[in-house]
């Protein structure tokens, strides 16, 4: 009987680990399925939830709740943060993050009492800094125990002087150690080095693209097809890359990916998907054995003039000739192959080359480190992972090459991007493409922390776009009531902790609770204006246009401060000297026309702002059926139209210049439409509407 006892708890304890790990997949992947997971755990834990699992399951049940999976219209912060932080008080590192996450971003509640304090008391002081103060010591402690995404955000907080002074060598302190470990395990080198093609992909993830391309679908339908045709070709291909990769809501799965290259290398002789089937014979992946005759043959056999093709050949025969993959190790052809290879600015070749000039001489070859730094730093230009990992050591040890920790550490901080964490903004950008916005949000919060400023910049537009962010989930006067509800909370062993003085007990030493609970009781706070207004001044400090763009308009209009045409008129310029999309460039540059115009934030300038109109127009035209020159006449009339109306009101312009606007706006449509006579009627025409509904209104004027 007694075995037969213990017999059953092992199994009911594999059992429930299984469904531990089943359900935290689901959740990293942000899954609909983990509810019913959810659902079954909780049957396992409806009388106590035994000491073995509290720290763990706390911390997925605030994921859960975190990310939207609990309620996808809604998102309880504060129901999160109360399970992060008895999670956190268990010794979860993960959850430290969390609470370091969400206290950062004053969603701990903190906003909603400073923002209603007296600004020279001694609470809104302490409050005002306690949560930076917070955010990093639980940051702090959970990366020096080894959690990689805390050192991650760590470094980037150091790197950017983020809540601490800014210092490249803590920097690199913090983003060493995690990438050390990736640098020396030849799969995860692999792994960060890859994401570099990812990583276009990922910023071109914003929200001014059309995301058609239905993978779920299409997995169903050519994961198993058997005979691949040319037209299907390219959305087999697609869903290959996606599982090689682990893009568009698929995890990465080098099993499938392989079966699919194959068979689009075997049926149809794609050219690309046999270089990728010889890649992952030649590198293990996704392959129950490795066939390196398989690889040679195929490399051996393809005939391509594409130089992107034969770079990643040539880079592919030298690694098996070093390596000594199926046939005799041979240092000489394996060097000949990768000079080959950099020599068509393959990257993996020009990274290759140079590490071999790197390493002492032999009877085969010498060492020339300046060779060697000069093809490294060739590599890390383009986005290699491991060549910005690499120059930063260099850069870093200052080995025939001048020392700069700040370049250093900027590199480090660039080739950490490529690592798995960077997961957390791929199933973002998914969820975004699936409409649901706040689940998308909180992702993108995760991501942004750990230094992805295409996830800071996302996350604002959602915020500002879409109805993502929900004021009542950060109320924490009523967290007693939702707790009450809360499944978890019922169980046996929860109620060690008043929920509002567990989550405030440090702010209770400066008030008595009715005080504090009538602070929290206030509906009206603009948390979400002033994460939007933090998001893109952070961003806009690594120069993305889109972020200038935005704190251009924020300004010109008043958004979230004062209106401030100087501030506008700057943010405008630096956005020009990123890249935007043709109708961002339009506005930015209509903008900046109109400010020439009207002397806001710089002096008049007539003649410039006819010049801008023209370059808006160019960018992206509003009216095409009209030439260049007659739109910016048509504009520059209108600017100084507002100009006087600005100036004397509209009744008394109506009184005054009703007439000789008319016939001023006709004189110049004609003037500038004389050799344009397909559009002189419709010119005529909206005239003759624009002179009637005038007369009207002059009208309506001298009747009142």
Known sequence: MIILTLLLGIYAQNNINELLKEWEIQIEQSQIESQQTFNEIVQYFKDEIPKQYQSRFYRMYGQYIFYGLENENRIDFARALFYFKKSSDLGDINSQFYVSLLTYLNLDGSYNIYKNLKKESQLYRYVKEKYQSVSLIDLYFSAIQGLDKSSIAMGYRHLKGIGVNQNCSNSALFYLPVLEEFANQPIKAKYINDNRQVAKALYDSNFYMNHELDIFGHAQIFENLNLITYDSATEVKQLAYSFYYGLNGLRRNYEKAYQLYYKLYDQLNDKESGIKVAQMNIENLGVGQPNYELALEILNKIETKKQEFQGKIYNALGYIYFKGLGVSQDIVK????????ADLQNNDGQFNLGSLYMLPSTIQRERNQAKGVQLIEQAAATGHAMAQYSLALILLDGVDLFYSCDLAASLLHASSSRGPWADTLKIANYLFQQEQYAQSLSKYFEAGYTGFNVAIQNAAVIMEQNDAFYYDSLHFSDVQNR??????????GVYDHDPFGYLYSDYLQFVNKSTLYDLLQLDSFGLNGVLQYRFLTQCAKEKEAICHMKLGDYYYNGKYDDVDFKQSFLHYKKALEGQ?????????????????????????????????FELSINSYSLIPILPTSAQVQVIDFLVNLYKQIDQTGIEQFLDINYVELILSLIDTVEECLIRNS????NVSVASLIVFLFGWRLKLINQQN
């Open 334 to 341: 394996a060097q000949d192959y990768f000079r080959k290879a």
């Open 483 to 492: 707790l009450n509800n809360d499944p978890v909370f019922q169980i046996n």
């Open 580 to 612: 935007l999309i043709d109708a961002m460039k339009a506005h930015v540059y209509f903008n900046i026309g109109l400010m020439y115009a009207l002397g806001q934030g710089v002096n008049i300038n007539r003649t410039k702002s006819i010049e801008i």
């Open 678 to 681: 397909q559009t002189i009627v």
